[in-house]
Nanobody
Framework: QLQASGGGLVQAGDSLRLSCAASGRAAFSSYVVGWFRQAPGTEREFVAAISRSGDTTYYADSVKGRFTVSRDNAKNTVYLRMNSLKPEDAAVYYC????????????????????WGQGTLVTVSS
């Protein structure tokens, strides 16, 4: 299971760190993890992903340079650090995991992920 947390209400320009905690029998290091977001009335979109090893990351153009994804496999947790938040970053953020990717592979498509967390809401006021 995946549990996303850390969302909240912030002002434009502020920072926030989301966490995605995993529980279960499989080692968390066996999963590539991605972050997606969905604003009201829009489709879910890719935000960032990190490989099983943590040595490869990939970002959507809209967040590149502002967001950083990292992982601590010992704590079974992946983080999404969001800096310089903009009103257009407001959405429900979801983390997702997939066990089938290669050690340094990242995935960016929704259909590539098998497991999803419940989402955490990020609201950014202007």
């Amino acid at each position: 299971q995946l549990q996303a947390s850390g969302g909240g209400l912030v002002q434009a320009g502020d920072s926030l760190r989301l966490s995605c905690a995993a529980s279960g029998r499989a080692a968390f290091s066996s999963y590539v993890v991605g972050w997606f977001r969905q604003a009201p009335g829009t489709e879910r979109e890719f935000v960032a992903a990190i490989s099983r090893s943590g040595d490869t990351t990939y970002y959507a153009d809209s967040v590149k340079g502002r967001f950083t994804v990292s992982r601590d496999n010992a704590k079974n947790t992946v983080y999404l650090r969001m800096n310089s938040l903009k009103p257009e970053d407001a959405a429900v953020y979801y983390c997702a995991a997939d066990p089938s990717a290669g050690y340094s592979t990242v995935l960016s498509r929704i259909e590539e992920y098998d497991f999803w967390g419940q989402g955490t809401l990020v609201t950014v006021s202007s």
